[in-house]
């Protein structure tokens, strides 16, 4: 019974003869936050407050301070930090929760260490060297750790190092490309997660998570069929075509299964986008620019309209 979701109730009420007494009354026991639930999550925000602000001051207090401090006295003392908080990490007295937050501090700090390193020896590294270091330092932890937050920090990692490298070091590959390596990075992140989430086999994956990281691909796969129609690059629009073509379908094909509203909103808004933005490149008169205005917003209005249905339908015409 600790399992039972605002959904449940939702699609029981209609079908049963609990009463909206019972359901407010369920919805309390099962689905509203106690007073327990408060302590925790207020426990976890305090901590996650006094880290960030500890991994802020000690920022400030290098830049404060930077030509007081000895070379080595600022490596020292970042380095220090690094390991004090990894040891604090793997106390046995603390929570999982409280280890995976201090694990993610300390992956910040490696980021400062570098940074630090970077600018006393004056290495003239390209920024991506920066990111690429501090993904690799980092990558144990993630594995070990297997916490959401800092598994999307490292994402987030991955993808700067990647951009920055195109940006700096390969300056000639079509952008279309580019853009369909990330999709598909991140779009094969996303549905690991799915598929990890469905399963529930090794670990628990946040619907924050895949919601984020699954943003995160279609916002490429936007922004590079974009930039393959304005370049005219008809091989790898070509080849992104395919991709979204497959994977949008089955995207859609999910989320309508699932009765998710989330997917069906960002993958119909890109497809809207992308429409649009082939029209744009089509048309050469701008008279008909208020064709490609009159789509967009019959689109949009059709797609809020039909997520209302959807939403209504997943719920069964219950309120919450």
């Not at 030509?67 to 999982?96: M, Q, R, Y």
């Not at 999709?183 to 598929?195: E, K, P, Q, W």
Request: aromatic content about 16%.
């Amino acid at each position: 019974m600790n399992h039972i979701k605002r959904e449940d109730i939702h699609r029981l009420a209609p079908h049963s003869s609990l009463t909206a007494a019972d359901a407010s009354r369920a919805l309390r026991t099962f689905v509203y936050p106690n007073t327990k639930a408060w302590q925790k999550f207020l426990r976890i925000f305090f901590l996650i407050l006094g880290v960030g602000f500890s991994i802020l001051g000690v920022i400030f207090f290098f830049a404060y301070n930077w030509a007081d401090l000895h070379k080595f006295a600022k490596i020292g003392i970042i380095e220090a930090l690094v390991c004090g908080i990894t040891l604090l990490a793997i106390n046995p007295k603390f929570s999982t929760q409280t280890k995976n937050i201090l694990l993610t501090g300390s992956s910040l700090l490696v980021g400062a260490l570098f940074s630090i390193f970077g600018q006393i020896y004056q290495t003239g590294a390209n920024a991506y060297d920066f990111f690429l270091a501090w993904t690799l330092f980092v990558t144990i932890w993630v594995i070990i750790a297997r916490f959401a937050p800092l598994s999307l920090f490292y994402l987030v990692l991955v993808n700067s190092t990647l951009i920055l490298y195109e940006q700096q070091v390969t300056t000639g590959w079509p952008p279309s490309l580019f853009y369909t390596i990330l999709f598909l990075l991140n779009g094969s992140v996303a549905m690991a997660a799915i598929f990890l989430q469905q399963t529930k086999r090794t670990m628990n994956v946040p619907i924050y998570f895949t919601n984020t990281v699954s943003l995160a691909a279609v916002a490429f796969a936007t922004r590079g069929a974009i930039a393959g129609i304005f370049s005219n690059d008809y091989i790898y629009l070509s080849l992104i075509g395919v991709i979204i073509i497959v994977l949008y379908s089955t995207g859609m094909l999910y989320a309508i299964r699932r009765k998710d509203g989330f997917y069906v909103a960002i993958l119909s808004f890109s497809l809207v986008v992308i429409v649009s933005a082939l029209w744009v490149h089509l048309i050469e008169d701008v008279v008909l620019y208020l064709f490609v205005s009159a789509f967009i917003i019959m689109s949009v209005t059709f797609i809020i309209n039909n997520l209302l249905k959807f939403q209504k339908a997943k719920h069964h015409g219950t309120e919450e």
